[in-house]
């Protein structure tokens, strides 16, 4: 079956520094969706990429779509306290939404 | 303001118990997820259905069961509890079936099998 991997499992920053965690699909994708869990809260959406090569920015995020569709990235600069939480990819494969949750990237940052 | 709720929020039972979980959701989405997390293992996909009268299997589903009979709810059964399935439940939704849209999370069930 399909699998969706993530890498690091674990994040830890020092606040202002930059990081990225990294997806990757066993199979190509129709789009992948990112979401953020809090501690102790669900997952809320932050964003779905839809066509090869695609980049998206929300302020300090910037989510990119690998052009075979395989893989995606989440890059966030300028590390801040309120991005502590759990950052989790999803790839769908036909478009029908159902969605194949990678295992998440832990971050912690240091203040 | 349109919302997704599950109960109860936190739910001890003992093994080889039946217990049902409710979903309810008033975005009047047709599509609905089951998924458990779990340390190490992200959100796994337990059932999902496409509109009423719909239900389909996903990755983790042995031991579980639902039925959507209207459009608002999607009761997730485990039919004889285990130990295993000591896990946190959300359920979600989405709009439509056709196009990939963001999925709407519930607050979550804690639930313990001792």
């Known amino acids: 079956g399909q699998q969706v991997m993530q890498i690091p499992q674990y994040q830890h920053v020092q606040e202002g520094e930059d990081f990225t965690t990294y997806c990757n699909s066993s199979?190509?994708?129709?789009?992948i969706q990112w979401y953020k869990q809090r501690p102790g809260g669900h997952p809320v959406f932050l964003i779905q990429l839809v066509k090869s090569g695609e980049v998206k920015k929300q302020k300090r995020l910037t989510f990119q779509f690998g052009e075979a569709k395989k893989n995606s990235s989440l890059h966030i600069t300028a590390t801040q306290t309120t991005d502590v939480g759990t950052y989790f990819c999803a790839g769908d494969k036909a478009a029908g939404n159902k969605l194949t949750f990678g295992g998440g990237t832990r971050v912690l940052v240091k203040p | 303001d349109a919302e997704i709720t599950q109960s109860p929020r936190h739910k001890i039972t003992e093994t080889g118990r039946q217990v049902t979980l409710a979903c309810h959701q008033t975005w009047n989405h047709n599509n609905m997820f089951w998924y458990r997390q779990d340390l190490g293992h992200g959100l796994r996909l337990i059932h999902y259905?496409?509109?009423?009268?719909?239900?389909n299997k996903g990755e983790v589903s042995d031991g579980y069961s639902v039925s959507r009979s209207n459009t608002e709810d999607l009761p997730l059964t485990l039919e004889s509890a285990a130990s295993s399935q000591t896990s946190v439940y959300f359920c979600?939704?989405?709009?439509?079936?056709?196009?990939?849209?963001?999925?709407?999370f519930g607050p979550g069930t804690r639930l313990t099998v001792l």
């Open positions: 979600a939704s989405s709009g439509q079936r056709d196009r990939s849209n963001e999925q709407f």
């Open positions: 199979t190509t994708l129709s789009n």
């Open positions: 259905s496409y509109g009423v009268q719909d239900t």
